[in-house]
């Protein structure tokens, strides 16, 4: 294996690729303004009573929704898409309310609608993976997954005629 394999293989085994919208707070706990997310021990999550001394700070998914700035896009094409529109809206929505149930950070940032096409963008690149896994276990179809080079951003396109 030659120096430029072992530098990819090695960075496939990275856990933290320096995505500046998961840098944590500068101590202690925070609560996000925006949604009402708190961050504790290390991670983000909904929680019925944030700890009195939690800092205001904007979670994450909040300032990828602000900057216009998604870890996941879905591109969606074909006749079939046409015929099942709405069907397929509403598996996307349902996909996201249960995934945000779970993962404060994991929404939808935005649906889009053009000509033959839907383009559907996330907060995180796990949500835009179980939608896509959802589309591909319901309807079929074929699926592609494309990751940038950090892996911090999925491009996914459905497509069933």
Not at 55 to 62: D, G, V
Not at 98 to 115: D, M, N, P
Not at 129 to 137: D, K
Request: proline share 5%; aromatic share 6%; hydrophobic share 30%.
């Amino acid at each position: 294996m030659d120096k430029q394999q072992q530098s990819q293989k090695n960075q496939l085994y990275t856990t933290h690729h320096g995505d500046p919208y998961l840098k944590p707070p500068s101590s202690g706990s925070a609560l996000c303004p925006q949604c009402g997310a708190v961050y504790q021990q290390g991670r983000w999550a909904w929680q019925d009573s944030p700890p009195a001394e939690a800092q205001s700070l904007a979670c994450p998914a909040c300032q990828r929704i602000a900057d216009g700035e998604p870890a996941g896009t879905l591109q969606l094409s074909g006749d079939f898409l046409d015929e099942h529109r709405d069907e397929i809206l509403n598996l996307i929505h349902n996909t996201e309310a249960a995934e945000k149930a779970q993962h404060a950070l994991e929404r939808l940032l935005k649906v889009s609608e053009e000509q033959g096409s839907v383009q559907v963008t996330t907060t995180g690149v796990h949500l835009a993976n179980r939608i896509g896994h959802a589309l591909s276990a319901a309807y079929k179809g074929r699926i592609e997954y494309s990751y940038s080079e950090d892996e911090r951003h999925v491009g996914i396109h459905w497509h069933r005629d």
